[in-house]
């Protein structure tokens, strides 16, 4: 069974991995995005699988955390999306003050 | 080869990779979320070193609430176009001494480790025999609150240091006022959603892991770290703003805990021969009521350090007004 | 009995972890960002949702068991919420109007 669940973690870890790769490489910011949420819920599988197959005690309260840190990660990747660009010209008094967005 | 070898090999390997994409990374945008994804998978890594203490504060401090700084800190940062072409060769030799420092430190530290007599040297033996004295079941709980308290009690001070740090930063007409790092425009009504569903439940964990950290993986600062996140996604979507900085009730909050632990400390001259002592049937019960004055005061730094330094209100009226802005 | 509760670990296991191949195969051929949202959410949250089922005969009961479910929900809950915030701010937003140095920003 410990190697059973082993094998079943690895597996998803490579999932996640894949997963990874492809949001990270996504053309523009709004991919990078998903990152959290991907692993808000591989993650924690890999997570659970790792803890309950090497019966490590307390993983189920490190799940937890991870699954409101993931959201709360997604919250500030969301908020934090809209930053100004790239200031044109005349805007340069513009960038130098301090915006108020996350 | 066994399974749990290629398992760890390949965690190892994924974790390299998104470093060194991390540090490659064309934006300041993408480069934190690949630290923010780093931290939370280095904290499956402590999980298989048998470390969920440290993986807990991983996930929470280390990749968490540094991601929502960092993202802050990267937004606030000037889109410079390209630098001049003038010290390119110059940039370059840094960039490859740095490298090179790199290197030699992370050589440094494989050696140390690799090198290690077997086995290993460790106080842990003491440690664990040491703890029936204090009542805990926690090791690393009776390491920070009883073996180094000290170092728990300055680390507490230094949060509230920091975050006088933070607020020095304020412009002189908005000192005193609410923070405003965390103003969005106009949440969305998923993100209102969120604040309302999510924090009960992050508040019940966060007790939780602080409370349980006397026998089990957890402690005060990973369940301070959580209550604050919760918090802050409360702030964000507007339900409730933050406070005014100047507030006496905020200010005690934030010292009770250093103030609480030190005290205590304080007590142990008399009662128990030495400062941060704890008299011998005293020392559970005491340990847990500096736990609780910690996390309070833990998640309200944590928090605050979250939500910026106090600026100029935009709208005086509203933001006197607690409600969801949509 | 003990037969039956192993037996039912390795399938309700193998079972998620197709699931996180679908998601994640979702997520490497959709053409769009909407899409690879919808593939991550739905199908890791069901691959979660199995294999804490098939995790839950290996961890003492009731606590750890309740604990695991725990975890599920959470993850369901945050996951639904997030998809729908991440799908918001994903959409392309109209262009920012600045006016007098006063940013406006409509719904993220």
């Not at chain 2, 009770?256 to 019960?285: M, R």
């Not at chain 3, 918001?88 to 007098?100: D, E, M, S």
Request: hydrophobic share 60%; glycine share 12%; charged share 10%.
């Amino acid at each position: 069974m410990t190697e059973f669940l082993l094998g079943a973690a690895l597996f998803v870890l490579v999932t996640v991995a894949l997963g990874l790769i492809r949001v990270l490489r996504g053309p523009d910011d709004a991919d990078r995005m998903l990152a959290a949420q991907l692993l808000g819920t591989g993650g924690v599988a890999v997570l659970l699988l790792l803890g309950v197959a090497n019966g490590v005690n307390g993983v189920a309260d490190l799940a937890l955390m991870l699954a409101l840190l993931a959201a709360f990660a997604s919250v500030a990747f969301v908020t934090g999306v809209g930053q100004p660009g790239p200031p044109a010209p005349g805007a340069a008094a513009d960038a130098a003050r301090p915006s108020e967005q996350p | 080869m066994s399974l749990a070898l290629v398992g760890d090999l390949s965690l190892a390997l994924l974790i390299l990779g998104l470093a060194v994409w991390t540090i490659g990374a064309r934006g300041a945008y993408g480069a934190v979320v690949g630290f923010v994804a780093y931290g939370l998978l280095v904290a499956l890594v402590w999980v298989r070193l048998a470390a969920v203490d440290v993986a807990l504060t991983e996930a929470a401090l280390g990749s968490g609430l540094m991601g929502l700084l960092l993202l802050r800190a990267a937004a606030r940062l000037p889109h410079d176009p390209a630098p001049p072409a003038a010290g390119r060769a110059g940039r370059l030799a840094l960039r490859v001494l740095v490298g090179l420092a790199c290197a030699a430190l992370a050589a440094g530290l494989a050696a140390v480790v690799l090198l290690l007599p077997e086995p290993a040297p460790s106080l842990a033996a003491a440690a664990g025999a040491a703890l029936p004295a204090t009542g805990l079941g926690n090791p690393v709980a009776g390491v920070l609150l009883a073996y180094r308290a000290i170092d728990t009690l300055l680390e507490a001070v230094v949060l509230v240091l920091a975050l006088i740090g933070l607020w020095s930063l304020a412009a002189d007409d908005a000192w005193g006022g609410r923070p405003g790092a965390l103003r969005i425009g106009q949440p969305g009504p998923a993100l209102v959603l969120l604040a309302q569903l999510l924090p009960p439940l992050g508040i019940l964990v966060g007790i939780h892991l602080a409370w349980t950290g006397a026998n089990h993986p957890g402690g005060a600062f990973q369940g301070a770290a959580v209550l604050a996140a919760m918090w802050a996604i409360v702030m964000v979507a507007g339900l409730s703003p933050p406070p005014r900085v100047d507030r006496r009730a905020v200010r005690l909050v934030l010292v009770v805990g250093a103030a609480l632990f030190f005290a205590i400390g304080i007590g142990g001259v008399w009662w128990a021969d030495a400062f941060l002592a704890y008299p011998a049937d005293w020392a559970k019960p005491l340990i847990l009521a500096i736990e609780a004055a910690l996390t309070l005061s833990l998640a309200a730094a944590l928090g605050l350090l979250l939500a910026g330094p106090p600026a100029v209100d935009p709208d005086p009226v509203a933001a006197g007004r607690a409600g969801v802005r949509s | 009995m003990s037969l039956a509760l192993d037996l039912l670990t390795i399938v309700a296991v193998s079972l998620g972890a197709v699931f996180f191949l679908a998601g994640t195969l979702g997520l490497l051929r959709f053409p769009d960002t909407l899409t690879r949202l919808h593939a991550l959410t739905k199908a890791d949250n069901l691959g979660l949702g199995l294999v804490v089922l098939g995790l839950l005969p290996q961890v003492d009961w009731p606590l750890g068991a309740l604990k695991l479910s725990a975890v599920w929900l959470l993850a369901l809950l945050a996951g639904a919420t997030v998809g729908q915030l991440l799908g918001a701010a994903v959409r392309p937003p109209p262009p920012v109007a600045r006016v007098a140095g006063v940013a406006e920003e409509s719904h993220p």
